[in-house]
């Protein structure tokens, strides 16, 4: 298990250019995600259809910030980690 962890922090922090763009990606989700919920209060008149509309975006918003998470982590503390354990 630690051997899997540890070649996906090393292949994750190899490429600070893929992590900005996880990054960019999961910010595009979650404004998605977030429109989809502002929609949904606001245009859409009280009905089951609002609420599964409202639980769809809350549920896209949620996978955006786990994405950016993931890009973030992979520019800073993955790459740092895979500097300190990159062989020469």
């Known amino acids: 298990m630690r051997n899997i962890i540890?070649?996906?922090a090393m292949k994750l922090?190899?490429?600070?250019r893929q992590a900005l763009i996880k990054m960019i990606q999961g910010g595009l989700v979650f404004?998605?995600?977030v429109l989809m919920l502002m929609v949904?209060?606001?245009v859409i008149a009280e009905s089951l259809a609002q609420e599964i509309i409202?639980?769809?975006?809350?549920?896209?918003a949620g996978c955006?910030?786990?994405w950016t998470l993931i890009g973030y982590?992979?520019?800073?503390?993955?790459?740092?980690?895979h500097m300190i354990k990159k062989k020469d």
């Open 40 to 42: 949904a209060d606001r």
């Open 54 to 60: 409202a639980l769809f975006g809350l549920i896209l």
């Open 6 to 8: 540890h070649k996906a």
């Open 13 to 16: 922090g190899n490429n600070p």
């Open 73 to 81: 982590l992979s520019m800073s503390v993955l790459r740092i980690y």
């Open 64 to 66: 955006g910030v786990l």
């Open 31 to 33: 404004v998605f995600g």
